[in-house]
């Protein structure tokens, strides 16, 4: 992990700026890697980037592996001689401050199907090397997912335990009755996964090459409806006569919900995960290290320990605590791995038990300023409390924006937070946080953009337990000017977090 001071951004890429509805990996990402390099910032986080289903979760996907058709760029496309300039003409106005999930689907998967349709015709289908690489290479799983979204698209997008019983169970008869007749849509679903990662590929190398590390998100658990739990159904708990999660995921009421957070996945039959020496997760944690150079693991606790609720149950408030092998799984990922850029989200109900499993492995935790102000000197979100191994947040992805935060608590809790800082900065309530976050102890520092931008709450990406409206917020192409760019490269120096320093 990073054992030197440095700092970056927070920003996933479907909130870049983009005439396509959306962020997408095209020009905008490359003009933000140059505007990170510009203020010496040595780190973009992203969220996970997988297809993303009901809600537009990032943390719900269709699968593990696979990558987000919608961040595929169609410009990219164009100059591949996929798509046309007519093609990209009679777009539909979107709007510049939000993603509009459906509208933005209605218009770019006509245009991947378009591009697909012209790579077969060109015959690049077996003519490419590099797409017939990409598909041996990544056998293991993209056949079946390939698979799996043809027989969602031809099942009107009903989830696979309400498909007819011998695909849902994946008789071998039904697999290969429908392999064959959906061809032309499995090809479909490979092609977009092909150019997604030629995408991701050229971007996180234009990104190292600038200095910049990029930092992914696993989180712990699936979501019922995707290949994952359909392809592998004895690491889950499910319903055997349903395919129903038979003990879904969440945690007991917290600061963020008081009656908990149900999120349904099915939580992980641990047992048969040790059988199989943890093959499944070994090769997710190996596939998203392809990917990013440093990873997140979301809701870390549940290695230890993990909240499990009972099917049927609609809050999360009568769940169990049940114990996972974590230090075996982990061990073993070292041993194949070596040293592993792990961060380990450790937010919410933490033990000593989940403490002493991140601190055996040196996992940074993460430390979050919006959660300092509220109890005694021994919070342990107070800079003063830090050790030099920690990610240091004004907020997360979950959190309002720093902004928003300040200025919806009580004049009583204001003054608090003013009290602890000394003064409120001229320059905002954001500036503050920012500058109290990069002169801390914690090795590392990363900045949800929208407060470097001190945007207010209806900025923020997510509200935890709301179902819908959430992950739509963007910025737009101005933010990445030089008089911003400036300030962080400034304080950026101010605090010793420069790429200098470490030389």
């Not at 990104?207 to 990029?214: D, E």
């Not at 979301?298 to 114990?323: C, I, K, S």
């Not at 409206?469 to 101005?478: L, T, V």
Request: proline share 5%; with cysteine.
């Amino acid at each position: 992990m990073l054992d030197y001071r440095a700092s970056g951004v927070l920003l996933h890429p479907t909130s870049l700026p983009s005439r396509f509805g959306i962020g997408d990996l095209g020009e905008n990402a490359y003009q933000f890697v140059d505007f990170l390099a510009k203020g010496d910032q040595q780190i973009w986080q992203i969220l996970p980037i997988g297809p993303t289903g009901y809600g537009n979760s990032p943390y719900l996907s269709y699968s593990a592996l696979a990558g987000n058709p919608l961040l595929i760029s169609p410009a990219i496309l164009q100059q591949q001689g996929l798509l046309t300039e007519e093609d990209l003409q009679h777009l539909p106005e979107f709007p510049q401050d939000r993603v509009d999930f459906d509208r933005v689907i209605a218009t770019k998967f006509p245009l991947l199907r378009r591009a697909s349709d012209r790579f077969k015709e060109q015959g690049l289908e077996t003519a490419d090397d590099e797409y017939r690489r990409f598909c041996n290479s990544q056998n293991d799983w993209l056949s079946d997912y390939a698979l799996f979204m043809s027989l969602k698209d031809r099942h009107n997008g009903s989830s696979w335990n309400q498909w007819e019983k011998d695909i849902a169970t994946r008789q071998p008869e039904a697999m290969a009755k429908w392999a064959k007749e959906l061809t032309d849509e499995i090809f479909f679903h490979k092609f977009v996964q092909y150019q997604f990662f030629n995408q991701w590929k050229n971007l996180k190398k234009y990104a190292n090459q600038k200095g910049i590390k990029l930092f992914g998100d696993i989180p712990i658990y699936v979501a019922h409806d995707s290949v994952d739990v359909w392809a592998h159904k004895n690491i889950f708990r499910l319903d055997e006569e349903t395919g129903e999660a038979a003990l879904m995921a969440g945690v007991p009421p917290d600061y963020f919900s008081a009656t908990g957070q149900l999120w349904g996945n099915p939580v992980y039959n641990w047992e048969e995960l040790k059988r199989t020496n943890f093959k499944w997760w070994l090769r997710r944690v190996e596939a998203i290290l392809e990917d990013v150079d440093i990873v997140r693991i979301d809701h870390f606790r549940g290695f230890q320990a993990y909240w499990a609720v009972p099917e049927g149950e609609t809050t999360a408030m009568n769940g169990t605590w049940l114990n996972a092998p974590g230090d075996e799984f982990f061990q073993l990922l070292r041993q194949d791995l070596g040293e592993l850029p792990i961060v380990a989200e450790d937010l919410g109900v933490i033990t000593p038990e989940v403490e002493a499993l991140r601190d055996k492995y040196g996992f940074p935790g993460m430390k979050i300023l919006q959660f300092a102000f509220d109890s005694d000197r021994d919070n342990g979100f107070l800079p003063y409390n830090y050790s030099p191994n920690c990610i240091v947040y004004t907020g997360t992805h979950d959190n309002n924006t720093s902004v928003g935060w300040f200025y919806e608590r009580s004049p009583e809790a204001q003054s608090r937070v003013v009290d602890y800082l000394g003064c409120l900065c001229e320059d905002g309530i954001h500036w503050a946080l920012i500058r109290l976050a990069l002169g801390s102890v914690g090795n590392t520092v990363v900045l949800p953009f929208q407060d470097i931008l001190g945007l207010g709450t209806d900025a923020k990406m997510n509200t935890p337990s709301q179902a819908e409206g959430n992950w739509a917020w963007r910025c737009r192409a101005e933010a990445f000017n030089e008089e911003l760019s400036g300030r962080l490269k400034y304080l950026t120096y101010l605090y010793g977090r420069t790429p200098q320093d470490i030389e």
